[in-house]
């Protein structure tokens, strides 16, 4: 309790003002800040640079049309908190009053967030004013300023009565959830007066970081798991195995931590433990006794007081190994830490680590940090969980707003339903980490669910929902090791015991019995499932072995690690085997094993080795990993999964394990690719080596992805910055429309084409030239349509045009183009023109390889008879420069005949020309396009044949695109004719 006479005034003061609609933010704030022993926020300036601790701080966002908005948040500290006041600001009321309505750039008005701050308190009003607080601080901390990045703490305040805290330590800006917990996020005023909760909010606004749970627990558990494997390492020298070992120690650190969260007596499991010392020996019946009682429901004569019932699968075996003195003398160090603070996140990598004998050497290497796990987990599971909150949250204001709050409570109780029954599995799910972190991160999404129904009045329904909450019965896994299996199991009850005691305290356990024996860790192979495994034997009928694939030894000779050979495991064949079937889920994450093709055989043998291959249609030249991939993709676009993420081996992007990921994305019932980091740092939990892995998430469907590319990673693991692009996430994990992978529709097929290639400069002649040329068939008028092969005229020269031309000015040349006719009907009807290209063109025909251009000299080289045929019946025609700098379509009459120089699409509609003129297709050609030096070059059957023309645009916007586009095209044509020192 707080003794200064200030927290009492204080308190009082805002007791008696805050339920005025005239309340000042501001005063309360500087108020607030004096109370604390902090700065108080600093005049705001002209520069917002310069705007890092103020009130009523600008930001801006992106209205995507070239346009931008901004709004005010009433409190913000750089890399410390946005604080958004339910009442509103005074530049709220101001702006009300001069009826400045839209200021707010995020969908509420001035007077709208002044009006919010009226309702009554413990209405279903005043429920709905705080969630859309707290949604306008979420969408301010996404307009700040890139280089700001995303505030720890979101202060949600209802002036002279709570602040509501919420804190994401992620740096996503994904996961703000109550803080410290759901029982304590909510600081009420007369909260104010406790030591503990102002040293929680000086926290906030001067050292943010330090309030980061996993720190500190990081460091307890590693402790902790020092102190076991001291314990497994002298049990197991007296002849107990592995198994045995491992069973013991993790009956004995669930005892600890049940002793801590208060689920037995406090202190007396670690008494028990100390009466001891002088007799261990004793210890082992006493253990045993104390396991069967809690299993049981019982009294315990080892503690002296009768026990909860756990009736779980952890005390079915109550075997206790004997201890001697030193051993229990190291139990008791254990036991005097504090398991509930415990980092279950990290906890299972440790006392893995802890109780293998292989792995204990890598106690001291790191273990893969939160935050990474963090990473995978936001876009796989709580994106789409937390957008389904948005739109529930969202409908329930609005039913609020209509007087039907009873409504709006059964709509959240149906998502509480939904969210209550959501499963995610683990198919390699090891100790259980991304299990946990997927468990905490939905029980803090439950707790804001909750919170809003109580809010709401809906008490009974919050009292009642034991059988239809999220527990560990929700989080499934496969584990082929047995430990790791039992340890994940053990991990997912920890972490919701804590979770639990948190929100509800001591002197609320869970209902009874505490361990249910429920198994959602499968000890299996994820892989294949077979009838039988048999053991191999050699022509003596011994059993037949290979080297284990892990154990090294040095060579007496070279110094060097080599494969220890007397390391020996058996082989098996593998009868009948088949593809293994998964549980059932909603969401799929996790971090299968990291082998490489080139060593399956040497560390799976060649049995596994041929029976998954008879399985799959992986290819074997993929790494390993990507056969869970396969069967999670299948599972997202066959099974019901809503969405799958992986972290990967960044080998990923290779040929044979991009294969995989093309099969999914080319499917007609496609997946694509929502998330990816295609090179990312990692610590590999196996060993402690830093390895470079990528993080993919996909769903079914066809959308953009969030592409993330590391920028600098000088601070990992803790601290990493990434650079972030927005749009479709390729095979490669490259981010933009993979448009290489595009095929021709058939709406675009035969509309566009290259020109004509003439294979002979003799065929252009100047004005002069055509006017004698033409004699008295040739009309003086210009002919009207170029030669179609359909009811074509006598006239053979038309105008020309080839690049140069569209891009400065024409050169004024003619064309012959005797298409459709044959070498005697164009001597007969044409015979000056016939005579004109045997003279200039045929010479140099005869000299050609290709016999077609030999024997048909008097016509083109390449007639484009398709394009001819498309052009039937139009007036203009579209043409592009095949390589440009500067990427324009014009029209063209169709009395004019274009080179091969030139791309040309048959469509006279202006609504296509400005189509093809825009930004969007513009980025389509350059992405699908080729290039000449530092030119693009158009490719019809890549830029024009696949370019998805939007449909069912409405008639009157085509009409003001054709109108631009018509102006454009006349535009240009002027400004060259004008002008002829400039060009396109």
Not at 119 to 138: D, F, I, L, Y
Not at 254 to 267: H, K, P, V, Y
Not at 579 to 596: E, L, S
Not at 597 to 614: C, H, I, M, N, P
Request: proline share 5%; glycine share 8%; charged share 30%.
């Amino acid at each position: 309790m707080g003794e200064s006479p200030d927290i009492d005034a204080f308190i009082a003061h805002w007791r008696e003002t805050g339920g005025s609609e005239l309340a000042n933010t501001q005063s309360f704030i500087n108020g607030l800040c004096r109370l604390l022993g902090v700065e108080p926020a600093a005049g705001s300036r002209v520069d917002d640079a310069h705007n890092d601790y103020v009130f009523e701080r600008r930001v801006f966002q992106d209205n995507g049309d070239g346009t931008a908005s901004f709004g005010r948040i009433d409190c913000y500290k750089r890399d410390c908190f946005i604080l958004e006041a339910k009442q509103g600001s005074d530049a709220d009321r101001a702006a009300a009053e001069r009826g400045e309505d839209d200021l707010d750039l995020f969908g509420q008005s001035a007077r709208a967030r002044v009006k919010r701050g009226t309702a009554r308190r413990g209405t279903p009003g005043w429920a709905k004013a705080m969630v859309q607080a707290k949604g306008q601080a979420e969408r301010y901390a996404k307009a700040l300023p890139s280089d700001h990045g995303w505030p720890p703490f979101l202060l949600v305040a209802d002036i002279g009565y709570c602040i509501e805290v919420y804190a994401d330590f992620t740096g996503t800006g994904k996961a703000y959830a109550q803080f410290p917990d759901r029982a304590r996020y909510r600081i009420m005023l007369e909260d104010l007066q406790y030591n503990e909760v102002r040293d929680r909010l000086r926290a906030i606004w001067i050292d943010p970081k330090s309030l980061d749970p996993t720190a500190r627990a990081a460091s307890v558990t590693r402790d902790i798991a020092n102190l076991l494997a001291t314990v497994a390492r002298r049990i197991e020298k007296r002849g107990y195995n592995a198994e045995t070992t491992s069973g013991f120690l993790m009956r004995v650190l669930f005892t600890m931590f049940a002793e801590d969260s208060g689920l037995i007596s406090e202190g007396s499991f670690t008494g028990l433990l100390k009466n001891q010392r002088a007799h261990p020996e004793h210890l082992q019946q006493q253990l045993s006794a104390l396991w069967a009682a809690m299993d049981k429901g019982e009294f315990s004569p080892a503690l002296g007081v009768p026990l909860k019932k756990f009736n779980g699968y952890l005390f079915k075996d109550r075997a206790a190994i004997p201890l001697d003195a030193e051993e229990l003398e190291v139990l008791i160090q254990a036991g005097e830490h504090v398991w509930t603070e415990v980092e279950p996140a990290i906890f299972g990598t440790l006392l893995e680590r802890a109780l293998d004998p292989k792995e204990r050497a890598k106690l001291g290497a790191h273990y893969t940090p939160r935050a990474y796990v963090e990473r995978l987990i936001g876009p796989t599971i709580m994106e789409p969980l937390r957008a389904d909150w948005d739109g529930v949250r969202g409908a329930a204001t609005t039913l609020i707003d209509e007087g039907k709050a009873d409504e709006a409570r059964l709509h959240i109780e149906a998502f509480h339903r939904r969210l209550a029954q959501t499963k995610v599995l683990d198919p390699a799910c090891g100790t259980g980490n991304f299990l946990y972190v997927a468990m905490a991160r939905m029980k803090e999404l439950e707790g804001e669910v909750l919170d809003l129904l109580v809010e709401l009045g809906d008490d009974q329904y919050v009292a009642e929902i034991t059988g239809h909450t999220i527990t560990p019965e929700n989080f499934l896994g496969i584990e082929i090791n047995p430990r790791a299996a039992g340890i994940a199991q053990l991990v997912l009850w920890i972490g919701y015991l804590q979770w639990h005691f948190r929100v509800n305290g001591k002197d609320r356990p869970p209902p009874e019995p505490i361990l249910r024996d429920v198994r959602t860790i499968e000890n299996r192979d994820a892989l294949i499932d077979y009838d039988d495994k048999v053991l191999e034997r050699d022509g003596y009928g011994q059993p037949a072995t290979r080297w284990d694939g892990e154990a090294m030894k040095v060579h007496p000779v070279t110094g060097r690690k080599v494969p220890d050979e007397e390391a020996r495991i058996e082989v098996y064949r593998y009868i009948k085997p088949r593809a293994a079937k998964w549980p059932k889920a909603d969401f799929i994450v996790g971090n299968p094993p990291f082998i490489g093709a080139k060593y399956f055989r040497e560390r799976l043998g060649d049995g596994y080795v041929k029976a998954l291959f008879s399985t799959t249609d992986v290819p074997e030249s993929a790494d390993f990993v990507m056969h869970w991939w396969d069967k999670a993709a299948l599972a997202a676009r066959k099974g019901g999964a809503r969405r799958f993420g992986f972290v990967t081996t960044n080998s990923i992007t290779q040929m044979f394990s991009r294969r995989v990921i093309a099969k999914h994305l080319d499917a007609k019932d496609p997946l694509h690719l929502l998330f990816a980091i295609p090179d990312h740092p990692w610590v590999e939990e196996r060993g402690g080596a830093a390895v470079r892995i990528a993080m993919t998430v996909a769903s079914k469907g066809r959308a953009v992805g969030h592409h993330w590319s590391v920028a600098d990673e000088s601070g990992a693991p803790e601290h990493l910055t990434y650079t972030v692009k927005v749009g479709p996430i390729g095979r490669d994990l490259r981010v933009g429309d993979h448009v290489a992978e595009t095929v021709a529709l058939k709406s675009n097929s035969e509309l566009a084409s290259r020109g004509v290639q003439l294979m002979g400069d003799g065929f252009i002649v100047t004005r002069k030239q055509a006017a004698a040329l033409a004699q008295n068939k040739f009309l003086r008028a210009q002919p009207t349509h170029i030669r179609t092969g359909f009811e074509d005229g006598e006239a053979v020269i038309f105008e020309y045009r080839h690049g140069r031309d569209l891009t400065s000015r024409p050169r004024g040349v003619m064309v012959i183009d005797l298409f459709g006719l044959s070498e005697a009907e164009a001597r007969e009807r044409h015979p000056a023109v016939y005579q004109h290209l045997l003279a200039n063109v045929k010479p140099r025909r005869d000299q050609n390889n290709r016999p077609s251009y030999r024997h048909n000299w008097w016509v083109f080289g390449e007639q484009r008879p398709e394009i001819r045929k498309a052009l039937r019946g139009l007036k203009r025609y579209i043409a592009t420069v095949v390589t440009t700098k500067h990427r324009v379509f014009q029209f063209l009459p169709i009395s004019v005949l274009p080179d091969d120089a030139l791309i040309n699409i048959a469509l006279d509609e202006a609504y296509i020309l400005g189509v093809l003129s825009s930004r969007y297709h513009l980025v389509w050609a350059l992405e699908t396009g080729g290039s000449l030096e530092d030119r693009p070059r158009y490719n019809n059957s890549r830029c024009f044949d696949p370019f998805p023309f939007p449909s069912e645009v409405p008639e009157a916007l085509k009409d003001r695109i054709r109108a631009e586009a018509e102006a454009l095209d006349a535009l240009r044509k002027r400004v060259l004719a004008e002008h002829e020192e400039l060009g396109v």
